[in-house]
């Protein structure tokens, strides 16, 4: 299963877009877009009760980081249900 995060770090699209020519330039961003999904970013200001209510709905982790003060990033598998991958960020204390 292809994930935002497997499918852009698939190098088909770059390959390809190295040796082509200038007219196939717009079938190429077409294809590229069908390959990468887009992604919804949100920042909160609890990135682990936002992981728990997730959860609790279903939503599973793709990716996760946390720092040592807490603050780190989520991505979650949405790309399937709702098009999108949906990311969420909690930023460093101040």
């Known amino acids: 299963m292809g994930t935002a995060l497997t499918t852009a770090l698939q190098a088909p699209v770059e390959e390809r ?32 009760a936002a992981d728990t209510q997730a959860a609790a709905l279903g939503v599973a982790p793709l990716m996760r980081g946390r720092r040592d003060n807490g603050s780190g990033f989520t991505y979650y598998d949405t790309a399937d249900r709702a098009g999108v991958v949906l990311e969420i960020r909690q930023s460093p204390p101040a």
């Open 17 to 48: 877009a190295s040796t082509a020519a200038g007219g196939d330039f717009d079938s190429i961003v077409r294809l590229y877009q069908k390959r990468v999904y887009r992604v919804v970013y949100l920042l909160v200001r609890d990135a682990d």
